[in-house]
């Protein structure tokens, strides 16, 4: 959620902090995000396309993945073009001329990006694990079912989005503001619906995506000296994947939570009132930055995968790779 407009909701008294910088702050990092996005999503994905015989469960759900990426990096030229208005316009009037839909169909795409890009991942990690840890299972690998969960999950995160119609719907001031999310006191029932539906959304992917990679590494340990040397790209995947997953939206779901339970009056700390507002446009560009950083990796899955149907071919037989 980006931050709501709570000017109405009873927050600390006296409790205010200047955040005027959030508008030229969110040009240039999303400036920034558009081009490496661009670049780095147009690279990777040209060298994951063109892998051989890659057409698996986990090529579906890095394809889906990038699609989600996609999706946000072609919403940023609107981001960007607001908010280099709300730099410019010290009164912030008349800072969006495309329109309501326009409005609408930008700020959506952040969160089907958002969520697309956490279930994907966490769909990869569970695949791996069933690879992993689980081989006797593999029907459930099969590229049918991976092509059935993917639209599963596009159903889901479309229908996370419609939470936004509502926050809309009870907007106060709807024609002053195109990308934050203007609310009243009389709506706390409808934020904080809100609020929850979203932490689980991070939650319990979390969970799952610790559980998967926690038994891969288990496994892994216990494989001797020379096998692990083999699967030490494997290693560098899971760690990124962690690293992508729990940096760029850990601090965005914790920061949206404080911020909005003071907001709305549930927590009374001037303090922590004043630390979620100053660093949620900080929290937000990491979220942002994800589209940056997923394309590495197809690139380390790509390598891997180059590599295996290298070593199928001067061997003449099958290796399993964790990755495959």
């Known amino acids: 959620m980006d931050p709501i407009n709570t000017t109405n909701m009873p927050v600390p008294a006296n409790c205010t902090v200047n955040t005027s910088y959030r508008f030229t702050y969110y040009k240039i990092s999303y400036s920034l995000i558009f081009m490496f996005g661009v670049a780095s999503n147009a690279t990777a994905l040209r060298r994951f396309f063109h892998m051989p015989q890659t057409f698996t469960s986990t090529a579906v759900y890095m394809a889906n993945l990038a699609v989600a990426d996609i999706f946000f990096v072609i919403s940023l030229p609107l981001r960007i073009y607001y908010y280099h208005n709300k730099a410019a316009n010290t009164n912030h009037t008349s800072d969006w001329f495309p329109g309501a839909t326009f409005c609408?169909?930008?700020?959506?795409?952040?969160?089907?990006?958002?969520?697309g890009g956490i279930f994907f991942l966490v769909c990869i990690g569970v695949d791996r694990y069933f690879a992993v840890v689980q081989p006797l299972v593999q029907h459930l690998r099969k590229v049918h079912n991976a092509c059935i969960l993917s639209v599963g999950i596009w159903f889901l995160v479309l229908a996370l989005s419609l939470i936004l119609p509502f926050l809309r719907s009870a907007a106060s001031h709807w024609h002053k503001s195109c990308l934050l999310d203007p609310s009243s006191k009389r709506h706390r029932v409808i934020i904080l619906?809100?609020?929850g539906l979203v932490q689980i959304a991070y939650l319990l992917p979390a969970l799952l995506i610790l559980f998967s990679y926690c038994s891969i590494l288990q496994r892994l340990q216990r494989l001797p000296r020379r096998r692990k040397t083999r699967h030490r790209r494997t290693l560098i995947i899971i760690y990124w994947v962690l690293g992508v997953f729990f940096l760029c939206f850990t601090p965005y779901h914790l920061n949206l939570l404080g911020y909005t339970l003071t907001q709305v009056?549930?927590?009374?700390?001037?303090?922590?009132?004043?630390?979620?507002?100053?660093?949620h446009p900080v929290v937000l560009s990491m979220a942002s930055a994800k589209c940056c950083l997923n394309p590495l990796i197809y690139f380390f899955s790509s390598s891997l995968v180059h590599k295996q149907v290298a070593g199928n071919r001067e061997s003449g037989c099958q290796i399993t790779e964790v990755l495959n």
């Open 104 to 115: 609408q169909v930008t700020f959506t795409l952040k969160y089907i990006s958002l969520y």
């Open 193 to 195: 619906t809100a609020l």
């Open 265 to 279: 009056g549930l927590v009374q700390s001037c303090g922590l009132s004043q630390v979620t507002k100053v660093l």
